[in-house]
Protein backbone atom coordinates (compact mmCIF):
# COMPACT_ATOMS: atom_id res chain seq x y z
CA UNK A 1 0.00 0.00 0.00
CA UNK A 2 1.47 3.15 -1.17
CA UNK A 3 1.58 5.83 1.30
CA UNK A 4 1.50 9.48 1.30
CA UNK A 5 1.92 11.53 4.13
CA UNK A 6 1.13 15.27 4.87
CA UNK A 7 0.99 17.23 7.63
CA UNK A 8 -2.88 18.52 7.61
CA UNK A 9 -2.10 21.71 9.29
CA UNK A 10 -3.19 24.06 9.29
CA UNK A 11 -0.33 26.14 8.83
CA UNK A 12 -0.54 29.48 9.20
CA UNK A 13 1.63 32.22 8.21
CA UNK A 14 1.49 36.26 7.89
CA UNK A 15 1.34 37.68 4.82
CA UNK A 16 4.87 38.62 2.60
CA UNK A 17 6.63 34.94 4.24
CA UNK A 18 7.93 31.91 3.12
CA UNK A 19 5.25 28.66 3.42
CA UNK A 20 7.02 25.76 3.20
CA UNK A 21 4.50 22.78 2.92
CA UNK A 22 6.25 18.71 3.01
CA UNK A 23 4.96 15.51 1.92
CA UNK A 24 6.92 12.41 2.46
CA UNK A 25 6.25 8.95 0.79
CA UNK A 26 6.55 5.27 1.09
CA UNK A 27 7.25 3.86 -2.53
CA UNK A 28 11.12 4.22 -3.80
CA UNK A 29 10.56 4.21 -7.24
CA UNK A 30 8.04 6.41 -7.52
CA UNK A 31 8.94 8.43 -10.65
CA UNK A 32 6.68 11.91 -10.47
CA UNK A 33 5.50 14.15 -8.15
CA UNK A 34 2.94 16.76 -8.28
CA UNK A 35 1.48 19.58 -6.15
CA UNK A 36 -2.05 20.78 -6.15
CA UNK A 37 -4.05 23.49 -4.67
CA UNK A 38 -7.40 22.85 -3.93
CA UNK A 39 -10.00 25.70 -2.48
CA UNK A 40 -12.60 25.06 -0.47
CA UNK A 41 -15.60 23.58 -2.76
CA UNK A 42 -13.39 23.56 -6.07
CA UNK A 43 -11.42 20.64 -7.76
CA UNK A 44 -7.75 20.26 -7.56
CA UNK A 45 -5.50 22.20 -10.11
CA UNK A 46 -2.01 21.73 -10.49
CA UNK A 47 1.07 23.83 -9.54
CA UNK A 48 4.15 22.22 -10.23
CA UNK A 49 5.49 19.07 -11.24
CA UNK A 50 8.79 17.72 -10.66
CA UNK A 51 11.03 14.60 -11.41
CA UNK A 52 13.99 14.89 -10.81
CA UNK A 53 15.90 15.20 -7.38
CA UNK A 54 16.86 19.06 -7.07
CA UNK A 55 14.89 21.97 -6.93
CA UNK A 56 12.00 24.09 -9.67
CA UNK A 57 11.28 27.33 -9.53
CA UNK A 58 7.80 28.78 -11.15
CA UNK A 59 7.59 32.25 -10.44
CA UNK A 60 6.81 32.57 -6.37
CA UNK A 61 7.12 28.54 -6.49
CA UNK A 62 9.71 26.36 -5.37
CA UNK A 63 9.23 22.29 -5.75
CA UNK A 64 12.07 20.39 -3.83
CA UNK A 65 12.89 16.69 -4.31
CA UNK A 66 15.25 14.32 -2.46
CA UNK A 67 14.20 10.78 -3.72
CA UNK A 68 16.89 9.45 -1.19
CA UNK A 69 15.15 10.54 1.82
CA UNK A 70 11.86 9.90 -0.05
CA UNK A 71 10.88 13.47 0.38
CA UNK A 72 9.02 16.65 -1.55
CA UNK A 73 8.12 20.02 -0.54
CA UNK A 74 7.00 23.30 -1.83
CA UNK A 75 8.19 26.64 -0.81
CA UNK A 76 5.57 29.68 -1.48
CA UNK A 77 7.28 33.31 -1.64
CA UNK A 78 5.81 36.09 -0.89
CA UNK A 79 2.48 34.39 0.41
CA UNK A 80 -0.47 36.31 -0.06
CA UNK A 81 -3.88 35.77 1.21
CA UNK A 82 -5.56 34.49 -1.99
CA UNK A 83 -2.72 31.55 -1.34
CA UNK A 84 -5.11 30.32 1.73
CA UNK A 85 -6.04 26.69 0.32
CA UNK A 86 -5.39 23.36 0.64
CA UNK A 87 -2.18 22.22 -0.75
CA UNK A 88 -2.47 18.46 -1.94
CA UNK A 89 0.78 16.02 -3.23
CA UNK A 90 0.17 13.51 -5.57
CA UNK A 91 3.39 11.09 -6.56
CA UNK A 92 2.76 8.37 -8.92
CA UNK A 93 4.81 5.49 -9.90
CA UNK A 94 3.73 2.32 -12.10
CA UNK A 95 2.44 -0.64 -10.05
CA UNK A 96 1.25 -3.82 -11.64
CA UNK A 97 1.69 -2.44 -15.15
CA UNK A 98 -0.37 0.90 -14.05
CA UNK A 99 0.36 3.82 -13.19
CA UNK A 100 -1.46 5.36 -10.38
CA UNK A 101 -1.14 8.63 -8.44
CA UNK A 102 -1.32 8.47 -4.62
CA UNK A 103 -2.72 11.87 -3.22
CA UNK A 104 -1.87 12.75 0.17
CA UNK A 105 -5.18 14.52 2.61
CA UNK A 106 -3.34 17.81 2.18
CA UNK A 107 -2.19 20.47 3.91
CA UNK A 108 -4.27 23.37 4.98
CA UNK A 109 -2.71 27.23 5.08
CA UNK A 110 -4.17 29.86 5.73
CA UNK A 111 -1.84 33.63 5.25
CA UNK A 112 -3.24 35.77 7.06
CA UNK A 113 -3.04 39.83 6.53
CA UNK B 1 -9.76 25.31 -24.40
CA UNK B 2 -12.21 23.21 -22.84
CA UNK B 3 -11.02 21.61 -20.10
CA UNK B 4 -12.50 18.49 -17.92
CA UNK B 5 -16.48 18.74 -17.24
CA UNK B 6 -18.72 16.74 -15.46
CA UNK B 7 -21.98 16.30 -15.08
CA UNK B 8 -24.60 16.98 -13.05
CA UNK B 9 -22.90 19.03 -10.32
CA UNK B 10 -24.35 18.19 -7.86
CA UNK B 11 -26.77 14.84 -7.34
CA UNK B 12 -28.93 14.03 -4.29
CA UNK B 13 -30.55 10.60 -4.34
CA UNK B 14 -31.94 8.07 -1.97
CA UNK B 15 -30.27 4.93 -0.74
CA UNK B 16 -30.93 1.98 -2.53
CA UNK B 17 -30.97 4.33 -5.89
CA UNK B 18 -29.08 3.86 -9.06
CA UNK B 19 -27.13 6.81 -10.05
CA UNK B 20 -25.00 7.54 -13.50
CA UNK B 21 -22.18 10.12 -13.05
CA UNK B 22 -20.80 11.70 -16.34
CA UNK B 23 -17.17 12.75 -17.43
CA UNK B 24 -16.12 14.73 -20.70
CA UNK B 25 -12.00 14.88 -20.86
CA UNK B 26 -10.29 17.44 -22.68
CA UNK B 27 -10.17 16.60 -26.11
CA UNK B 28 -7.12 13.77 -27.20
CA UNK B 29 -6.29 13.06 -23.29
CA UNK B 30 -6.28 9.43 -23.76
CA UNK B 31 -6.02 8.76 -19.65
CA UNK B 32 -8.85 9.16 -18.03
CA UNK B 33 -9.10 9.09 -14.05
CA UNK B 34 -12.21 8.64 -11.74
CA UNK B 35 -11.33 9.54 -8.39
CA UNK B 36 -13.52 9.90 -4.71
CA UNK B 37 -12.74 13.02 -2.51
CA UNK B 38 -14.28 12.69 1.39
CA UNK B 39 -14.34 16.14 3.32
CA UNK B 40 -10.96 16.37 4.90
CA UNK B 41 -9.33 13.82 2.64
CA UNK B 42 -7.18 13.83 -0.59
CA UNK B 43 -8.94 12.27 -3.53
CA UNK B 44 -8.83 8.73 -3.32
CA UNK B 45 -8.55 6.62 -6.89
CA UNK B 46 -11.00 4.39 -8.06
CA UNK B 47 -10.60 3.67 -12.21
CA UNK B 48 -8.45 4.37 -14.69
CA UNK B 49 -9.23 4.31 -18.47
CA UNK B 50 -6.22 4.56 -21.38
CA UNK B 51 -8.64 4.29 -24.16
CA UNK B 52 -11.89 2.49 -24.19
CA UNK B 53 -10.40 0.27 -21.98
CA UNK B 54 -10.11 0.13 -17.89
CA UNK B 55 -6.63 -0.33 -16.95
CA UNK B 56 -6.98 -0.69 -13.56
CA UNK B 57 -9.92 -0.81 -11.27
CA UNK B 58 -8.65 -1.67 -8.37
CA UNK B 59 -9.98 1.24 -6.44
CA UNK B 60 -13.48 0.55 -6.86
CA UNK B 61 -14.68 -0.25 -3.31
CA UNK B 62 -17.05 -2.96 -4.31
CA UNK B 63 -19.13 -4.78 -7.02
CA UNK B 64 -22.11 -1.76 -7.04
CA UNK B 65 -19.34 0.32 -8.84
CA UNK B 66 -18.81 0.24 -12.60
CA UNK B 67 -17.31 2.75 -15.18
CA UNK B 68 -17.64 2.57 -18.71
CA UNK B 69 -15.69 4.59 -21.59
CA UNK B 70 -16.98 2.86 -24.90
CA UNK B 71 -15.63 5.46 -27.64
CA UNK B 72 -12.43 6.48 -25.62
CA UNK B 73 -13.39 9.75 -24.74
CA UNK B 74 -16.70 10.62 -22.29
CA UNK B 75 -16.73 8.17 -19.15
CA UNK B 76 -19.77 7.11 -17.13
CA UNK B 77 -19.23 6.10 -13.15
CA UNK B 78 -22.20 3.47 -12.24
CA UNK B 79 -23.33 3.01 -9.09
CA UNK B 80 -25.86 0.88 -8.01
CA UNK B 81 -28.12 0.39 -5.00
CA UNK B 82 -26.45 3.53 -3.31
CA UNK B 83 -25.39 3.66 -0.17
CA UNK B 84 -25.05 6.97 2.28
CA UNK B 85 -21.39 6.30 2.87
CA UNK B 86 -21.24 6.87 -1.05
CA UNK B 87 -21.81 10.49 -0.18
CA UNK B 88 -18.57 11.99 -1.55
CA UNK B 89 -17.35 14.06 -4.25
CA UNK B 90 -16.39 12.40 -7.88
CA UNK B 91 -13.57 13.83 -9.36
CA UNK B 92 -12.74 12.85 -12.89
CA UNK B 93 -9.42 13.71 -14.53
CA UNK B 94 -7.75 13.36 -17.75
CA UNK B 95 -4.41 13.42 -19.09
CA UNK B 96 -2.12 12.75 -22.43
CA UNK B 97 -0.83 10.01 -21.24
CA UNK B 98 -0.88 8.07 -17.79
CA UNK B 99 2.20 9.68 -16.69
CA UNK B 100 1.56 13.25 -17.54
CA UNK B 101 -0.43 15.59 -15.89
CA UNK B 102 -3.66 15.34 -14.68
CA UNK B 103 -6.49 17.84 -15.18
CA UNK B 104 -9.10 17.71 -13.25
CA UNK B 105 -12.91 18.19 -13.40
CA UNK B 106 -14.77 20.76 -11.23
CA UNK B 107 -16.13 17.35 -9.58
CA UNK B 108 -20.19 15.86 -9.06
CA UNK B 109 -21.10 16.11 -5.41
CA UNK B 110 -23.24 13.03 -4.78
CA UNK B 111 -25.31 13.26 -1.52
CA UNK B 112 -26.74 10.05 -0.84
CA UNK B 113 -30.07 10.35 1.83
Known amino acids: QKEVEQNSGPLSVPEGAIASLNCTYS??????FFWYRQYSGKSPELIMS????GDKEDGRFTAQLNKASQYVSLLIRDSQPSDSATYLC?????????????FGRGTSLIVHP | GAGVSQTPSNKVTEKGKYVELRCDPI?????LYWYRQSLGQGPEFLIYFQGTGAADDSGLPNDRFFAVRPEGSVSTLKIQRTERGDSAVYLC???????????FGPGTRLTVL
Open chain 2, 27 to 31: SGHTA
Open chain 2, 93 to 103: ASSWDPTDTQY
Open chain 1, 27 to 32: DRVSQS
Open chain 1, 50 to 53: IYSN
Open chain 1, 90 to 102: AVGGVTGGSYIPT
